[in-house]
């Protein structure tokens, strides 16, 4: 196998670093890339001064040649009581997540941003599934006119739980909204949970719209986000199905913060260890 995928690090996962300290320890390390999880402590959407520190990212990232992919999945940046709401579903507030989608995608212009990564969100129980899927192409399609006007590629999440849970759910939304922007963000754990195929048959299914993957370790049938080797996934295989992909491979640990200075070390170690023996 032809080395050279190119590794990056979820910075929810490292929520206690300042987002410059975060920065420099990746690219120290070797990682080519990140996922920059818009949040209030990194980047926050919603700040006046949002423009002025984007700017200031994309000559960081510029200076330490590391590639970004802008995540959106932030728990509490837009309601401090409920996790990850209002979503592209809500019966109050999906407005607001559209908005943020767009600052999204606006930031990702500016960065020089490979796509921007979201998700569905969970129907609630009073929203019908109709309600639910038509809100949600309608989020979309608004999402992707300004995707559009700037050109930046959405990739989107299949979530465990939510209303896109898999790569099936997916692919009809996808071809709902048939547009070459809209593309895949595959999570190498959640085939685990969500996916009938194994992690190389499911790479290779979607391999021509994915965008940008994350790779985590997880139980088999359980979302749960583990350290490497901690899980179920045989790294291998997954990352031998993935040669040849050019996009992000990004390490996603978001209840690791506390021990980021370890785990960013020895996750770029393990994958590469493990890319080596596929």
């Given amino acids: 196998m032809a080395p050279g995928l190119r590794y990056a690090y979820v ?9 410059a300290d975060a920065l420099q320890m990746l690219a120290d ?4 890339g990140v996922g920059l999880s818009l949040d209030h402590h990194h980047l926050d959407p919603f700040a006046p001064d949002l423009s002025r520190r984007v700017a200031a990212t994309a000559d960081k990232l510029r200076d330490l040649r ?3 992919v802008v995540e959106t999945g932030a728990r509490f940046v837009m309601d401090p009581r409920h996790k990850h709401e209002p979503t592209l579903l809500s019966e109050q507030g999906r407005e607001r997540r559209i908005e943020f989608l767009q600052i999204a995608v606006q930031a990702a212009a500016d960065l020089g941003a490979e796509a921007v990564s979201f998700w569905a969100g969970v129907r609630k129980p009073e929203v019908s599934p109709e309600q639910a899927q038509q809100r949600l192409l309608e989020g979309c399609e608004a999402v992707l006119k300004t995707a559009e006007d700037l050109n930046v590629r959405l990739a989107f999440e299949p979530e465990p ?9 997916w692919r009809k939304l996808r071809n709902q909204l048939q547009h070459e922007l809209f593309g895949l963000t595959l999570d190498i754990g959640h085939c685990l949970v969500t996916e009938p ?12 719209h994915l965008f940008y993957v994350q790779i ?5 049938g ?8 901690e899980g179920d996934v045989d790294f291998p295989p997954a990352l ?7 996009g992000l491979v990004a390490v996603e640990l978001s209840r690791h913060s506390h021990m980021a200075h370890t785990t960013v070390p020895r996750s770029i170690q393990f994958l590469r260890a493990a890319e080596g023996t596929a």
Wanted: charged share 25%; no cysteine.
């Fill in 11 to 19: 910075t929810n996962g490292l929520g206690d670093h300042r987002l």
């Fill in 29 to 32: 390390h070797g990682y080519s």
């Fill in 66 to 68: 590391l590639a970004v």
């Fill in 161 to 169: 739980g939510m209303l896109v849970a898999s790569v099936q759910d």
């Fill in 197 to 208: 195929l194994s992690i190389p048959e499911t790479i290779d299914s979607v391999r021509e």
């Fill in 216 to 220: 985590d370790d997880m139980p088999r």
């Fill in 222 to 229: 359980v979302h749960e986000h583990l350290d490497f080797g």
């Fill in 240 to 246: 031998a199905a993935l040669e040849n992909f050019e």
